[in-house]
């Protein structure tokens, strides 16, 4: 058991990070096996829509660093051809651009105005 407080304090987050990321591997996998289960049943539209929350999951996971980024293009790999073997159309998305945020008017502030040069009298 730890005595100095920060090593304390450690445990405790890492306690926190254990369970946190424990949850999210648990979800993963979880729908990695209804993606499993939809694939067995042979319903297109089944197979779809867990394989959309099956790399969804994934990415989460990856995002999070419970999975290597390597790890999670693998099994997104590994989904989308077994989905495709299952006669799943493939359809592609598109990312949408975010909108451009024009700056508000009241925020901008005036151009200032050069006062006009001096001149040196003789």
Do not use: W, Y
């Amino acid at each position: 058991m730890p005595i100095i407080q920060s090593a304390k304090k450690r445990v405790k987050v890492a306690q926190k990070a254990t369970v946190r990321n424990a949850k999210t591997k648990r979800t993963m996998r979880e729908a990695l096996k209804a993606f499993t289960k939809a694939l067995n049943g042979g319903n297109a539209k089944q197979i779809a829509d867990a394989e959309r929350a099956a790399m969804s999951a994934i990415d989460v996971a990856a995002k999070k660093a419970v999975i290597h980024k390597n790890k999670a293009a693998r099994k997104k790999a590994q989904l989308a051809a077994q989905a495709k073997a299952g006669g799943v159309k493939i359809t592609k998305t598109v990312a949408k651009k975010a909108p451009v945020k024009a700056a508000p008017k009241a925020l901008k502030k005036p151009a200032a105005k050069k006062a006009p040069a001096k001149t040196a009298k003789k």
